[in-house]
């Protein structure tokens, strides 16, 4: 472990929930109609949801589990299944060894397959009965050390009153955050007061509201897929969607700040997470620009600017090079890192890289990204 003011924690890692979770732990009442695992007839992995087939999970089951490995195996049909992920993914015996190899003091735990079958599952009742079975099996999985490794609700929203009843059940149960689909469930936007009620519950609870991408079917780009372009499978789409994937985030934001929802909750603190930090500057300046300009078209009292500092704060990734200049401009504060493990996109000795990154700034400025602001921010 590292001493208190060198103190490490991850702020972004993934488990990769067992096949066997909702049969287990779903309600008695829905287990009949348990999420499950199944293989089509060319051996590709997808999800069964209700006893239908998840279309977009389909060959995606290996990218949740894929850090380290070739793009081509991961995209070779059947060549890996979802139960060949990494024991750490599965384990929490072996999450532990795996935090103490990488030098990390303290990890918090997001869901896998969730952001998949989260937003795919429209069924209200049921989504809410998957949701709970996940929430409490991370619990269990967390129990393993907890005071390592912490549980973040996932909070697929399709129902407000659903959502702050699931706000209210995992804060007493111990969760550090609630983690939402950055693109609405919902019929209405995140500027709507229609989703007061829930910011206000989480902002009761003193937790972060946490923005993750996910995959769905709606993301920019999709729409122009077609077979004149030799596009007609999903896999061959995850350049364009990781690119674009960002917006999803940015939209979130805008809403946000469109809805006034900063002076409403000046508590409630938002994370933006998987999609890097460099676009913070250019958005931001350009979001107090634009208010300057139209400021009158929302309800915002201050500079866009003024509540990224009091509010928000960004995931930072291994590959960023502007992260001392946009603490200077932000402040420490704002930052946090995490390593994305297991899925595709992990890059092996994330720490290593993000030390790299940080090692311009002070030492109390690096002591915040690489682990107080997130201790402070979950409350760990």
């Known amino acids: 472990m590292n001493s208190p003011t060198d103190l490490v924690v991850d702020a972004h890692g993934h488990i990769m929930e067992p096949t066997n979770l909702w049969v287990d732990y779903v309600d008695p009442k829905f287990r009949d109609r348990a999420l499950e695992f199944a293989l089509s007839v060319e051996g590709i992995d997808h999800m069964v949801l209700d006893g239908e087939p998840s279309p ?18 991961l995209a070779e049909p059947g060549a890996i299944h979802y139960e060949d992920g990494p024991a750490p993914a599965f384990d929490p015996s072996a999450r532990l060894e795996y935090l103490d190899k990488e030098g990390i003091d303290l990890s918090l735990i997001y869901p896998s397959t969730g952001l998949i079958w989260g937003s795919e599952l429209k069924d209200i009742e049921l989504n809410d009965a998957y949701t709970r079975a996940y929430n409490n099996w991370a619990f269990d999985f967390c129990a393993e050390d907890p005071q390592r490794m912490f549980a973040i609700a996932f909070l697929p929203v399709l129902d407000i009153d659903i959502a702050i009843a699931e706000v209210r059940r995992t804060a007493k149960l111990g969760a550090k955050g609630f983690v939402l689909f950055a693109t609405p469930l919902t019929a209405f936007g995140f500027w709507s007061k229609e989703y007061d009620p829930l910011w206000a519950e989480i902002e009761a609870t003193g937790l972060p509201l946490i923005f993750h991408p996910a995959l769905n079917e709606e993301f920019f780009g999709h729409q122009f897929a077609n077979e004149a372009d030799g596009i007609t499978d999903d896999r061959y789409l995850l350049y364009l969607e990781s690119c674009s ?13 469109q809805g006034g929802v900063f002076d409403r909750f000046p508590k409630l603190n938002i994370v933006m997470l998987e999609i890097g930090a460099g676009w913070v500057w250019h958005y931001i300046e350009r979001a107090d620009v634009k208010y300057q300009r139209v400021g009158s078209a929302s309800p915002l009292k201050h500079l866009p600017s003024d509540y990224f500092r009091r509010q928000i704060v960004v995931g930072i990734e291994p590959h960023e090079t502007m992260i001392p200049e946009l603490i200077s401009v932000y402040g420490a504060q704002s930052f946090i890192w995490g390593t994305d493990y297991p899925h595709w996109d992990c890059v092996p000795d994330t720490l290593p890289l993000i030390k790299k990154q940080l090692d311009q700034l002070t030492k109390s400025d690096r002591a915040a990204v690489l682990g107080a602001n997130a201790k402070q921010l979950f409350r760990l």
């Open 245 to 257: 994937v960002v917006l999803d985030l940015q939209a979130a934001l805008a809403q946000l700040f």
């Open 56 to 73: 977009y999970s389909y060959g995606v089951a290996a990218f949740v589990g894929g850090t380290g490995i070739e793009y081509e195996k």
